[in-house]
Structures are given as C-alpha cells and as structure tokens.
C-alpha cells in the first residue's frame, strides 16, 4: 500500500472514517448527531474535535487521518450542522444543548476519558463540559476562543449566519465561502475547495446552499446587551473552574479573541500557554502541517 502523506517524516496511510450517529434530545424532542470515527475503535486514547459555528466535521480531516495511527478521533457534527439532523425548536441552538449531546456522544463511544479539541463554538462547548464536576476531559485545546467575545466580530458573523443564500454553480458557491472565510488565512487552492465543498450541498433544484439550519440565527437574534453580558459571566465563571492542563492558540489577526481576553486568559482558570499564530485571523483551520504539528507535539506532552 501506497502512503497517502507523508506527516513529520513518517508515512500515513490513508484510512477512511466510520461514519456513524447517535441519538440526542432536547426539550423539543429527539434529533440525530452523526460523527466521523477515526483510527482503531479499541484504542483508550480518545481526541474529540468540534468545529465551530457553521462549519462541520470534515474540518478535521487533515488532523484526523495524521493523529489516527496515535489516538482514536471523534468528529461530530454539532446538531443543526452537516450530517446531523436539526432541532424541531431553533432557540435552542446553544452552548448547554450542543453541551448535553456531546455527554451523549461520549456514553455512546464508551470513552471514560477524552482530549478536547474546539474550534470557535467547539472550544465554548468544550469550555462548558470541562468546567463540570467530574467531567472526562483530560486535555483542552482552545482554538481562537475564549469567555469574552468581541462584539464586532459577533455582528459580522451575524449578518451571514442566516441569510438564504442560493448559488447558481459551485464556482459562485465556493467563491461565496471562501470570501466570507478570508480570516482564515492564507490557503492552497486546493484546500480552500475543500473548506467550500465541507460545508455547501445541493438542494432539490440543484441550487447550492450552505449545508446548516438557517435556525441557528434564532439565537444569534433573541440576544441583548443584558443577556449577552450575562452570558459572558458564566462562561468566564466556568473558564474559572477548569482544572485540566489547556492550550489557547489564537490568530494573531484574530478580530474574535483579542489579545487583551487572550493574555487575561493565560493569568486565571487553567492558565493555558498560548500560541498565536501569524498571518491568521479568526479561526485557524488546522489543516497545515505546522498546526498539524502544534497539536500533535502539545497533547504528546506529559
């Protein structure tokens, strides 16, 4: 068998993930989350990684295929997102929701313990589970996010999120997502296609839409400044109760996660060491071989 990569010198070979699903609920009743599984289903060390807001699980795959061979990779879809099914009532596309399914997910892969891996909206939900009493997280990566969110990064996120984009062909599609994800950074063609065709799908009149609920802008427009600051509280509240060894990185052009929340960050709770990442906005991708290599190198860390 051929390699398929080579990853810090050493060959990987191609393995393609198990693609499975695993029943959740919600107070508006039961909905499905699917998950991509990587590597060997025995093997006790366990990384989840969770994309962020109107991203999907195929995100991951880069990292996923490099670190199979060390650890066994969980990647859902966040309900409402890809594969995964989409909630009857969309007020309650919310941290404790996404929250409540992932303990589901961790019954259901029988894993007692787990690596965390969050982009964005994964990193608040791995906030919030590893803030808990008696929770399974061993190791916490933040990826550009912290407790305290830059409001105008909000609204421009905002001002997308639910919009009923309908494209006429994959080019204008993909041109669509890949301006709207400029913060990324810079990318090769080739994996700028694959960041667009993750997350656009065709509809039954052969339009190309983005591949999530449009629902997920409910909350996004039910907040105010009173709820939101009381939402900032809690998740600085819970950032404070982490104990597990935790790694913030964040874009150095990152208009999400200022510097300012990123250093307070480093002096409280679990007092991560912080890597920034030049020349990248919000979020980092973590498809590169360096960034590849950073979470590699840190979770092998004892």
């Not at 909905?31 to 599984?37: P, S």
């Not at 969980?74 to 909630?87: A, F, K, M, Y």
């Not at 309908?166 to 694959?194: C, D, L, M, N, P």
Request: with cysteine.
């Amino acid at each position: 068998m051929e390699p398929s990569l080579i990853h810090r010198g050493r060959p990987v070979f191609h393995r393609m993930p198990s693609l499975k699903s695993v029943q959740c609920i919600s107070p508006a009743g039961l909905h499905r989350m699917a998950y991509k599984e990587w590597g060997d289903a025995g093997n006790p060390n366990v990384l989840v990684c969770v994309h962020g807001l109107t991203r999907v699980s195929d995100d991951f795959d880069a990292l996923a295929q490099a670190l199979s061979t060390q650890y066994r990779v969980i990647c859902p879809d966040v309900v409402g997102r890809g594969r995964s099914g989409w909630l009857a009532d969309p007020q309650y596309y919310a941290i404790p929701q996404y929250v409540s399914d992932m303990v589901t997910l961790l019954a259901r892969v029988d894993a007692p313990s787990v690596y965390w891996l969050g982009t964005s909206m994964g990193g608040l939900i791995g906030l919030g589970l590893a803030s808990l009493r008696h929770n399974p997280i061993k190791k916490l990566i933040l990826n550009d996010i912290g407790p305290a969110i830059n409001p105008e990064a909000l609204v421009r996120i905002g001002q997308y999120v639910g919009e009923p984009m309908k494209f006429a062909s994959f080019e204008e599609a993909s041109a669509y997502i890949r301006a709207i994800s400029v913060s990324f950074g810079e990318h090769t063609e080739q994996e700028w296609h694959k960041l667009a065709s993750d997350v656009l799908r065709q509809d039954a009149d052969g339009q190309w839409i983005r591949h999530y609920d449009l629902g997920l802008a409910v909350p996004f427009k039910a907040t105010t400044e009173a709820s939101g600051k009381a939402a900032e509280a809690m998740l600085w509240a819970a950032y404070d109760a982490i104990a597990c060894p935790t790694l913030l990185i964040r874009g150095a052009d990152s208009d999400l996660l200022t510097q300012e929340v990123a250093q307070s960050m480093t002096q409280r709770g679990p007092r991560p060491k912080l890597v920034e990442l030049p020349g990248v906005g919000h979020a980092p991708t973590l498809v590169n071989q360096a960034q590849i290599a950073l979470i590699e190198n840190w979770l092998s860390q004892a």
